[in-house]
Each structure stands twice: as structure tokens, then as C-alpha cells.
């Protein structure tokens, strides 16, 4: 995952497909886990992109939760020699089992409703108080 996760995060235009087999393994439940992606990728195509669209995705985690430097902290603790877990630990203070549970989280489906509650919320308060307070001044 660490791999292909920091060319992805490279890539200029980064893959639109990988959006859509993340979203339909997210609400299925057939995500791989991110452990299983430490050493070795699927051999089956569409496990392949899974793979890759997983790996993506984490690392963009990693790089928004964590910042830029625990990217390099992680090229430094694998360049080093550290395997998959203790370099995740040793860079950033965690295990890896936490940071996929908090990227899993994110990851969730949302309902209509949090949705639109998170994209307008501001316009939403400020009706709500413009309202309140249009009420106070009839009731004057």
C-alpha cells in the first residue's frame, strides 16, 4: 500500500475510476485490508484496482490526518528497514490498525441527510437564526 499509495499521491491526474471501486467496496463491505496490502497485491484484476484504489485513498489519509512530513517521516522509517507496522508506529505514534479504523470511519457512507447537513450547515444556521430572529421583532 505505502508504495503505490505515494505514486499515487504523485500522479498529476490521479485515477477517477478509483473513486467509484472504493465507493461500491466501501458500501459492500469487500474493502481489503490495509495489512494485507503490506507485502504483496491481489493477483486478480479486480482485486488488483481495489488494491490500488485502497492504497490511494489511505495514503491521502495519511497525508490530510497527518501532514505532509509524516509521509517523509514514513519514506525515512522504511528506507530504514522497518516492515509495515513498527514504520507506521515509529513515523506516526500509531499503529496502523488505528489509522485504517480512523480512515474507515471517514470512509462510511453518509446519509442523505449528513450530507447536506455537512455541505450547508452555515446557510442553514444562519436561516435558522434570521428566522429567530424575525420572530423576535414580530412578537415586538
Given at each position: 500500500?505505502?508504495?503505490?499509495?505515494?505514486?499515487?499521491?504523485?500522479?498529476?491526474?490521479?485515477?477517477?475510476?478509483?473513486?467509484?471501486?472504493?465507493?461500491?467496496?466501501?458500501?459492500?463491505?469487500?474493502?481489503?485490508?490495509?495489512?494485507?496490502?503490506?507485502?504483496?497485491?491481489?493477483?486478480?484484476?479486480?482485486?488488483?484496482?481495489?488494491?490500488?484504489?485502497?492504497?490511494?485513498?489511505?495514503?491521502?489519509?495519511?497525508?490530510?490526518?497527518?501532514?505532509?512530513?509524516?509521509?517523509?517521516?514514513?519514506?525515512?522509517?522504511?528506507?530504514?528497514?522497518?516492515?509495515?507496522?513498527?514504520?507506521?508506529?515509529?513515523?506516526?505514534?500509531?499503529?496502523?490498525?488505528?489509522?485504517?479504523a480512523d480512515w474507515l470511519h471517514e470512509s462510511e457512507p453518509?446519509?442523505?441527510?449528513?450530507?447536506?447537513?455537512?455541505?450547508?450547515?452555515?446557510?442553514?444556521?444562519?436561516?435558522?437564526?434570521?428566522?429567530?430572529?424575525?420572530?423576535?421583532?414580530?412578537?415586538?
Amino acid at each position: 500500500w505505502f508504495n503505490e499509495g505515494l505514486a499515487s499521491l504523485m500522479e498529476i491526474v490521479p485515477d477517477a475510476g478509483y473513486g467509484v471501486v472504493l465507493e461500491t467496496a466501501v458500501s459492500t463491505q469487500t474493502l481489503i485490508p490495509i495489512a494485507d496490502l503490506c507485502y504483496t497485491f491481489p493477483i486478480d484484476s479486480q482485486q488488483t484496482i481495489l488494491a490500488y484504489a485502497e492504497s490511494a485513498a489511505f495514503m491521502r489519509h495519511i497525508q490530510a490526518t497527518y501532514g505532509n512530513e509524516a509521509i517523509t517521516r514514513l519514506i525515512a522509517a522504511y528506507g530504514d528497514g522497518a516492515d509495515c507496522f513498527s514504520g507506521v508506529e515509529r513515523a506516526l505514534g500509531v499503529s496502523l490498525t488505528e489509522i485504517e479504523a480512523d480512515w474507515l470511519h471517514e470512509s462510511e457512507p453518509q446519509s442523505p441527510f449528513t450530507t447536506a447537513w455537512k455541505e450547508s450547515r452555515l446557510w442553514l444556521l444562519l436561516l435558522a437564526g434570521g428566522g429567530l430572529f424575525s420572530l423576535l421583532l414580530i412578537k415586538k
